[in-house]
């Protein structure tokens, strides 16, 4: 069995998707607090890894895994209806359309396709639903008794941990997967591990690390100029 693991955010989409999380808290008014606390705290950190003091894969993973505190106390209904808003209200046009082609071809040739982000789990498993994937991989956020604690849970599914956790939800669900038939697809440097986990990698719209090293390693490129890029 062949599989297809899809990056998201800069891969399937133009958009960053977890600024689409911050812009309902932000436009609902909803736990204003902690949206100033979290933005003002990770905006920081951000402007810390462009001056190149700590590294893309470090700067993420914080964002990845804080990005719980967000939902603390919110039942797992609550946060499906936030999902629901940020592909109704952010997503849409910022899809990348001749990458969901890709992914819908390796669903009619049979291959069990992944998405695989750093986002929390349930709004990835939303993203999945939306545009066909069968599994999703992402950051855990620990949920007590239906409702979300404000924690992370494990380790965030950023750099060498994608490839971790793609292996683990392989086992969890029982599939013999032949990763070296298997297809990866992502666009940043930091998904170094996700490319050279399969046979085939694909550096998607690259930054410019993934595209030195997937000119370096002979991996494909894809991109395209396409009217609505």
Known sequence: MKAAFFDVDGTLTKHRVWSGLLDYFREKRVHLFRYYFFSILHYGLYGV??????????????????LAWLFSGFTVEQAAAIWDW????????????????ILHQHKAEGDIVFLVSGGPVGLLERIAK???????????????????SGKSEGIA?????????????????????????????????????????????????????????????????????????
């Not at 190149?52 to 894969?57: A, K, P, R």
């Not at 940020?86 to 082609?101: E, Y």
């Open 130 to 148: 939306e545009v066909g994937g069968d599994h999703a991989v992402g950051t855990k956020h620990e949920i007590i008794d239906g409702a979300y």
């Open 157 to 229: 599914c950023q750099g060498e941990n994608k490839a971790i956790l793609v292996k683990e939800k392989i086992r969890q669900i029982g599939t013999s997967i032949v990763l070296e038939d298997s297809f990866a697809y992502a666009d940043s440097i930091s998904d170094i591990q996700l490319l050279s986990l399969v046979g085939h990698p694909v550096a998607v719209y690259p930054d410019d690390g993934l595209r030195e090293l997937a000119l370096e390693c002979g991996w494909r490129i894809y991109e395209t100029n396409l009217p609505n890029e």
């Open 49 to 66: 890894y462009k001056l190149g003091l700590v590294s893309q894969v470090k700067f993420r993973s914080t964002w990845a895994k804080n």
């Open 86 to 101: 940020v592909i109704d209200n952010r997503l849409v046009g910022q899809w990348r359309d001749d990458v969901l082609n």
